[in-house]
């Protein structure tokens, strides 16, 4: 017996390991029982609990007595063994009672999943065809198929309550038939609902487990991995859990008393509330999974697997032990006075952001990676390996990062000065005494305090961002405070003596108690005639630096006119002047309506009307100054050739008329 845990939920495999053959003696057990804690603790809860090959379904008969398992799928019609059906992969349908073999049918297209109307003792088979097929086993013949608008299904299933028939499709979508009426009442399109914002899907996902709860709770497997639970009433789904596999969900079982929901795909079973979405606890068996079963009343679960081998857990937290097994809540007892390792101990859990960093996303999927929650656990070893690989310095970060810290522990022991802001100092001091001068006055009046601009939210940025730094050289500055610069000179030295003290506690140093500085002068009187004076001389000072900055303007516009400027003109055109190149940047602000009528008016556009009521434009194109000169020394030569030339009539034979030389 194997016990593990996660979320503090205990979980024991009651199937772990080989069974010891059944030809070794009595004495050869108890030997191998002595040497390998593993076999002492072995319990053979069922035995030969083996197929002869892979099983995809199992199913446990209501009377709890009888556990079944098949390869394709079967439903027990009766509360034993008495009535069952099976489907088969050759596409018949077998019925078996008590005694045996009964009888045997076939559908006409292979069938994937099937459904029992108790109501009407109808059995509705679903598969590769659009059509599904209905055996009423009361009359003994197949009657009309539903037509349905999918082009295949892979699962069914018919409400226990209202006994609604719902079926998965191959497109993603689930439709909802009325056995009564042999109508669609509904279609869900659980494929767009599946994908999520985190969701990575390679294809279209199509329906692979369907399962009904109650009355209005229904709970949807997809093809790529995701559960989705739906209330009948809504087309949206309540929750939308992801197995990160990416594999397909072959399994869903709903646990009542603890309002559970069991999902499995092939290498996980998943257990998460379905209010919530938390998850409970997980598990990874040793064989890939085709199918779940919960023993009825119990926290027993049962697995069909692609092996000849199938595995039961016992969850005491789901339920307790059956009766014909009830002594495991002794032996779980036993087991939990001796604890041991948990599965997850020696692993980490990674999100998928954290193993893109790593380099290792393309693990997801593999047995290294185990899916859990919104993420993965992955053996402590490969983690750091991987961690180094992609950051060889994060343990030298790390070093540094304790060490800063370690000095910082040091320098709150220390006598703590008042720590100025980086930016706007001068201000900061200020507001610093008039907090001190205010709370003399607020304690001699019993008054509250005000709170302090620096420790506000709302000005912290004044004091962080060098954009608000104070330009004292401005002239809004100089003129608005006039006499800011006698009463910063008190500030100034302050600021110079804390700026002393900080780099002698950066250094390291000892810092002695200071004394109050001597050149502190007394404040000046703020009477109204040193304020005119003051003013008069700070204008009389931005006046003279007005002056020193025209002059240096004036200089370089100077500096700039005698520079040469050279302008190339492009080739085929001649220069004219300035005005020309001047003119063209005008005409091109120009609108196009504006430059149509000014080429109109010259005479290089012609606008009419045409037969059909629409508009036609000529355009004469201007001639480039090589072209005219071209198109004038071809004429001047025309005329000339017409000056030179000469007459033939003379050059006509006398015999004959008008005939030239023979």
Partial sequence: MQVSSLNEVKIYSLSAGRSLPEWLSDRKKRALQKKDVDI???????Q???????????KVSRDGQYIMAVVVTFEILSDDYSKIVFLQCDRFVEFHSQHGHYYRTRIPKFGRDF????PSCDLYFVGASSEVYRLNLEQGRFLNSL???????????????HFLFAMGTAEGKVECWDPRTRNRVGLLDCALSSVTADTEIDGLPSISALKFDGALNMAVGTSTGQVLLYDLRSSNPLIVKDHHYGLPIKSIQFQCQLDLIISADSRIIKMWNKDTGKIFTSMEPEYDINDVCLYPNSGMLMTANEAPKMNIYYIPVLGPAPKWCSFLDNLTEELEENPESTVYDDYKFVTRKDLENLGLAHLIGSSLLRAYMHGFFMDIRLYHKAKMMANPFAYEEYRREKIRQKIEETRAQRVQLKKLPKVNKELALKLIEEEGEEQQVTRKRKQKNLPSLLKDDRFKVMFENPDFQVDEQSEEFRLLNPLVSKISEKRKRKLKILEELEAQEQEEEEEPEGKASDAESSESSDDEKGWVEEVRKQRKLLRQEEKV????????DQQTLLKPQFFEIKEGEEFRSFKDSAKKQKLMKKTLGDRLKLEEKVGTLNVSDTTVGSKQATFKLKKSEQQKKQQEAEKRHRQERRTLRRSASHLKSKRGRGRLFH
């Fill in 40 to 46: 002492r603790r072995r319990i053979e809860l069922i």
């Fill in 48 to 58: 030969d609990f083996e197929m002869p090959t892979v099983s995809t379904k199992i």
């Fill in 115 to 118: 459904s029992y109307h108790y």
């Fill in 147 to 161: 037509q349905t608008d999918a082009s295949e299904s892979n699962v069914c299933d018919i409400n226990p309550v």
């Fill in 549 to 556: 900055k025209r002059q240096e303007r004036f200089k370089e």
